[in-house]
């Protein structure tokens, strides 16, 4: 039988919250090891665990997954959760890269400064009535089904559902002018593996508090370094590996094509391009 996934991070939500919602809708049973002290960080630093450093970092199948997005994409396609072909996979994908950017924005939340937090929350509720829900009530109310992509449960309704439902904690009536989406809720919230992780008992964590917020942001971040690659590669040593690796990609003809002048590369941001991003967005 394969060993259960064991997902690393700290005992909190953040950004681990997503996998676990969705291993939970796959009816995947998993351990976790929570990160509670800088030792235990500086370990999986030091054995070489985190590729980026980084947490979330979540052991399965014999490989150790770091980048959230990535490690939802692998246990998605691999329980069958990623859509039927390319194209359903790519609106599912679309769809989850939306909703998770709202759903980044509930995740800082609580990190903010507290002068910033009710200004935040205002342009949070206002970004999810105007940008994000209308665009899921619509295709709720278009294709009259009970999932987003294919007739079937997919990666994207598992994130929706957790985006709307943290929402919900801090603005209760968020969906009043959504009725596809509330009741899509409900749906989803009863298909029964969902159902069992909505329970009081489950993995899901709870919202995070006080201490949670201190003790992540002074004793976790404060110690993961933050080490430019170029410094990376001389502390590493490899300097003769990357130099021949750039060598070797720079020269696949495509690629070469593109560095010519006259492609369609851009150069390097300068002061017009910045003004004209601003003006636009
Ligand atoms: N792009 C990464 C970001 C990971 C990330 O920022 N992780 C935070 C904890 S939630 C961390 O390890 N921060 C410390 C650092 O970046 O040095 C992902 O999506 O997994």
Redesign the pocket.
């Known amino acids: 039988m394969a060993a259960r996934p064991k997902l690393h ?2 005992n909190g939500r ?3 919250e997503s996998v676990r919602w969705l291993l939970a809708a796959a009816g995947v049973e998993f351990d976790e090891e929570f990160l509670e002290t800088k030792e235990q960080l500086h370990k999986l630093q030091d054995g070489n665990h ?1 590729l ?5 970092m979540v052991e399965i199948d014999g490989m150790k997954l ?6 939802l994409h692998y246990i998605a396609d691999k329980y069958h959760l990623f859509g039927k072909d390319l194209k359903e996979r790519t609106l599912i994908d679309m769809y989850v890269e939306g909703t998770l950017d709202l759903l980044e924005l509930i ?1 800082m939340h609580p990190f903010l400064k507290p002068d910033d937090q009710q200004k935040e929350m205002v342009s949070m509720a206002q970004k999810a009535k105007i940008r994000y829900f209308p665009v899921f009530e619509k295709i709720l109310r278009d294709h009259g089904q009970s999932f987003l992509v294919g007739n079937q449960l997919s990666l994207a309704d598992v994130i929706l559902l957790q985006t709307i439902l943290a929402l919900e904690e801090k603005i209760p009536n968020i969906l009043s002018a959504f009725p596809f989406l509330q009741e899509y809720s409900v749906k989803i919230s009863n298909i029964p593996t969902i159902k069992r992780f909505l329970e009081p008992g489950s993995k899901k964590k709870p919202p995070p508090d006080e201490i949670y917020i201190v003790k ?1 942001s002074f004793g ?2 404060s110690t ?3 080490l430019p690659l170029s410094l990376l590669r001389d502390n590493l040593n490899l300097h003769q590996e990357f130099d021949a690796f750039t060598t070797r990609i720079s020269n696949i003809p495509t690629i070469r094509k593109s560095r010519q002048p006259g492609s369609q590369r851009k150069p390097p941001l300068d002061g017009h391009f910045v003004t004209l991003v601003r003006n636009i967005l």
Do not use: A, D, K, N
């Not at 980026?52 to 979330?56: H, S």
């Not at 770091?66 to 490690?71: L, P, W, Y």
């Open positions: 991070y700290p953040g950004r681990m985190l980026f450093q980084q947490v979330p770091v980048q959230t997005r990535s490690i995740i992540v976790l971040h993961l370094p933050s």
